[in-house]
């Protein structure tokens, strides 16, 4: 029986929710692995009062603020044993996704289809998250962690795909702009729930986050439908066909030399836009005390990045509008790195260059999947994917330094990083207008006249 327009649209927007938990994993780290506030046990200390750091001083003389078991990095001692070991769990995330991004992608296109993806990624990444809270130690905590990843590499774009294959052309950008939506409420909730776990165990923001996503996982197995667009072209190919095409697609793109070019161009751009994205929340510790409003202006800058996207995308060229708002990103973020500038500045250019860094994010995408003709066309948007996730798994680090030296090594990096990398966009060429190829012969003659 054919179902209504009404009933597949809910069942759409209920895919689409996947963004929100997904969001979740991604943030969760700026509170569970927060630096915490210590004080010293005599106000008479003068050699303590005057440390800027408790790792030179002697363990008795001073104490965290809050109950250790608060933050990973005051319950496993984590905050005197250097940046690699305390930001291993947040770039084992992130390497995570960069593999799983390779092999469930794939899987999406070929033998699997977009429903069993996304009904494997959400399960893995919610029972991973479910049984980070039991964690003993940092090793077992990043080995989740990476689990945790690897599962979500596949949410947003199996998801997003899933949503919008099943309606009409009049539901589409709305089914796209409703899952936007989703991640930045899924972002906005991090903050209210870590305030109310502030005093508790950051286990508990990890059970109240991946209990609810591991309840959507079965509901969503029985809920959503498999892509009817799918099934159709995949309805007499035989799987071993279907192996060989997805890597067929991946050696077009690198013997290629033209269509290599794009993709090294939009890649470096990628990368860069992912460092700022990803490393500016990370960040926000280190603007101020009040954490949880520092998270919530950045998530509540989302919420007009979809409108503001969406007008770029309908009204400006790809390339000027990717070039400003990544170069945007890259000035605000290294006004961040300024010490000594008013507090309030200092969060609007945190809040600006975010917001410049979600927009070049969305815009990115899109652009991808014009430069590209058909026949490589997945394969190339997951190469850029991956390439963002490269530059955001770096974002921990310079973090960590950051809050340990100077300002310059998150922030001040972040800015560089943001306007060089943006400035490879303009070796592309220009697609709004522009009819989308299918193959590579139709793009060669456009390339050969280029060159």
Known sequence: MRQSSSALILKSLFVALAWAFDAQQIFI?????????????????????????PCSLHPGSWVWTSPSDTSTISEWDLNCSGKALSSLPTSAFFIGCL??????????????????????SCLIMSVAGSLTALSPNIWVYSALRFLSGFGRSAVTTCSLVLCT???????????????????????????????????????????????PALCYTILLNFIAEESPRWLLVNENTDKTKQFCRVFSSMKKLVTTRSTLWKLVSIMIAGSGTGMVYYGMP??????????????????????????????????????????????????????????????????????????????????????????????????????????????????????????????????????????????????????????????????????????
Not at 43 to 52: M, P
Not at 102 to 109: E, G, K
Not at 359 to 386: D, G, H, K, W
Not at 416 to 444: Q, S, Y
């Open 282 to 451: 990370l960040s926000v510790g280190s603007l101020g005390p009040n954490l949880y409003l520092s998270v919530a202006y950045n998530a509540l800058s989302e919420l007009p990045t979809s409108l503001a996207s969406f007008f770029l995308v309908e009204k400006v060229n790809r390339r000027s509008s990717l070039v400003v708002l990544t170069v945007s990103s890259g000035i605000f973020s290294l006004f961040c790195s300024i010490k000594g500038m008013i507090r309030a500045v200092n969060l609007f250019a945190e809040v600006i260059a975010f917001f410049s860094a979600c927009m070049a994010l969305n815009v990115t995408l899109i652009y991808s999947t014009e430069l590209f003709p058909t026949c490589v066309r997945n394969s190339a948007l997951a190469l850029v994917r991956q390439a963002i996730l490269l530059g955001s798994s770096m974002a921990p680090f310079l973090v960590a330094e950051g809050r340990r030296t100077s300002r310059l090594w998150s922030f001040g990096i972040f800015g560089i990083a943001g306007c060089c990398c943006g400035l490879f966009v303009l070796f592309l060429p220009e697609t709004k207008g522009k009819t989308l190829t299918d193959n590579m012969d139709e793009e060669m003659p456009k390339e050969d006249s280029r060159i």
């Open 165 to 211: 294959e099943a309606v009409d052309d009049k539901w589409r950008h709305r089914l796209s702009m409703s899952a936007f939506l989703f991640f930045t409420l899924g972002f906005l909730s991090l903050p209210s729930l870590a305030y109310i776990c502030r005093r508790s165990s950051w286990r508990l923001l990890y059970l109240f986050t991946c209990i």
């Open 29 to 53: 780290t700026i509170f569970t692995e927060a630096d915490p506030a210590w004080h010293c046990l005599k106000s008479t200390d003068r050699t303590c009062n005057t440390a800027s750091s």
């Open 99 to 120: 593999i799983g991004g390779f092999m469930l992608s794939t899987l999406a296109d070929s033998v699997l289809g977009r429903k069993k993806v996304l009904v494997l």
